[in-house]
């Protein structure tokens, strides 16, 4: 069982090179999401998709755009590097839940994706 | 505006001694919390959570303990062993408001042989 899948795992960019950040996931997961890591800032949310077609902001959205055209696929594209977009990426996945509330709210994350921006 | 803090960005204690590991957040709509556990170049792991409509949620080792008035959590590990040296995140989320975790900075967890 894979779970969530990022990749690539390591990237070096120059400044103004567009890239996607591969996310899949096989659990049939409805919510998916997308964190950058950054010292001493812990996990802030980019983009969240609530299934297929649907996305939406989150705390730190610019620079990045995303779709869901499946459920199992939520890629991140950055349109024009810049150094600030330098962190570890990580996209998470969650379940709709039924009566379990926990199983909402529970996100299970991939290994991350480590971006310099030069 | 940080809604949820981790004031302590590291803790260091004696193995099979009590680590405690402290959350506050601002948002009092907040009302489900989880913890996370992160080895370095691997992703976060989920531990263990809780729901506002409880005060305390134990799974092993590891209590979490709410407190709303307070607006504060923390999670217990009792017994401590060098296997839970990590960076532990503590998060909070609106249970209607699903895929949106709101996450502390961490803290850094060294636990001693």
């Known amino acids: 069982n894979a779970g969530v899948t990022q990749t690539p795992k390591f990237q070096v960019l120059k400044t103004g090179q567009s890239m996607t950040l591969q996310c899949a996931q096989d659990m049939n997961h409805e919510y998916m999401s997308w964190y950058r890591q950054d010292p001493g800032m812990g996990l802030r949310l980019i983009h969240y998709?609530?299934?297929?077609?649907?996305?939406d902001q989150g705390e730190v959205p610019n620079g990045y755009n995303v779709s869901r055209s499946t459920t199992e696929d939520f890629p991140l594209r950055l349109l024009s590097a810049a150094p600030s977009q330098t962190s570890v990426y990580f996209c998470a996945s969650s379940s709709a839940g039924g009566s379990y509330l926990g199983a909402k709210n529970i996100q299970y994350f991939g290994a991350g994706t480590r971006l310099s921006v030069l | 505006d940080q809604q949820v803090k981790q004031n302590s960005p590291s803790l260091s204690v004696q193995e099979g001694r009590i680590s405690i590991l402290n959350c506050d957040y601002t948002?009092?709509?907040?009302?489900?919390f989880l913890w996370y556990k992160k080895y370095p170049a691997e992703g976060p792991t989920f531990l263990i959570s809780?729901?506002?409509?409880?005060d305390k949620n134990e799974d092993g080792r590891f209590t979490v303990f709410l407190n709303k008035s307070a607006k504060h959590l923390s999670l217990h590990i009792v017994p401590s062993q060098p296997g839970d040296s990590a960076v532990y995140f503590c998060a909070a989320t609106f249970s209607g408001n699903t895929g949106k975790l709101i996450f502390g900075q961490g803290t850094t967890l060294q636990v001693k042989p």
């Open positions: 948002n009092s709509m907040f009302d489900y």
């Open positions: 809780i729901s506002s409509i409880k």
């Open positions: 998709s609530v299934g297929a077609g649907i996305t």
